[in-house]
């Protein structure tokens, strides 16, 4: 099982920025796709933004123009740049890596969630 871990969230004035980052155990052979998702309370689990091995990416409408993702192949880590904050961009935030292992098995992991608030 491939193990993420994600780091940077916080608490965050409107306005604000925060960079969230994810990095990926080393027993990886290829990472395909990297994504971010998010989950409000009381809401189901949504894409913010995702990038595929060759650096095409996607965007939820509500943070285009906000948020940038990257990734670090030689690091298997993927980062999510957010500007502009609003309280609407409140949520746990979670990273989703799929690709392949050393001995060829495929994975699909969850990092552990971090926590993003946006408030006065």
């Known amino acids: 099982q491939v193990q993420l871990v994600e780091s940077g969230g916080g608490l965050v004035q409107p306005g604000g920025s925060l960079r969230l980052s994810c990095a990926a155990s080393r027993s990886i052979l290829k990472i395909n796709a990297m994504g971010w998702y998010r989950q409000a309370p009381g809401k189901q689990r949504d894409l913010v933004a995702r990038?595929?091995?060759?650096?095409?990416?996607n965007y939820a409408d509500s943070v285009k123009g906000r948020f940038t993702i990257s990734r670090d192949n030689a690091k298997n880590t993927v980062y999510l740049q957010m500007n502009s904050l609003s309280p609407e961009d409140t949520a746990v935030y979670y990273c989703?890596?799929?690709?392949?292992?050393?001995?060829?098995?495929?994975?699909?992991?969850w990092g552990q969630g971090t926590q993003v608030t946006v408030s006065s």
């Open positions: 989703n890596q799929n690709g392949v292992l050393l001995w060829g098995s495929e994975f699909s992991s």
């Open positions: 990038i595929t091995s060759g650096g095409s990416t």
